[in-house]
């Protein structure tokens, strides 16, 4: 797992074919638990973003990601679907569901831990200054 809202997993592409992908979760946005999403509304350099700022968003982030883990075991089947390629070094962008059928990124949302996203810019509450 890289992040809430990205994950690595592996993909059957033909039987018995398995390739390591990272998805980026369609539609949802989480605060980013290593660097900082919020620097589109502090002029767009990350070393403009407050230090608290920085630090409530790790601090979600980190617990977004926990919560995934939570949900989302190594040895668990998701089903990728909605999948086309993301503007990221390859990364795929789509829906993964759950074992039982439930939808990550809603998921994240109905708990608190995401927000919706277009793919424009970012303006999430926990980059405001509150």
């Not at 946005?29 to 919020?38: L, V, Y």
């Not at 350099?45 to 989302?72: C, N, S, Y």
């Not at 998921?107 to 996203?117: C, M, P, R, S």
């Amino acid at each position: 797992m890289i992040d809430a809202d990205t994950l690595r997993v592996f993909v059957e592409v033909w039987p018995m074919d398995f390739k390591r992908v990272d998805v980026r979760l369609n539609g949802i946005d989480t605060p980013e638990k290593r660097s900082t999403g919020c620097s589109a509304l502090y002029g767009g350099k990350a070393a403009d973003v407050p230090a608290h700022i920085k630090q409530r968003e790790k601090q979600l982030g980190l617990k977004a990601t926990e919560f995934v883990k939570a949900h989302v075991k190594p040895q668990d089947t998701l089903q990728l679907t909605d999948v086309k390629l993301g503007k990221y070094a390859g990364r795929a962008v789509g829906r993964l569901a759950l074992s039982d059928g439930r939808d990550l990124a809603e998921l994240l949302i109905q708990h608190g831990h995401a927000v919706t996203y277009d793919g424009g810019t970012k303006a999430a509450p926990w980059c405001l200054d509150n």
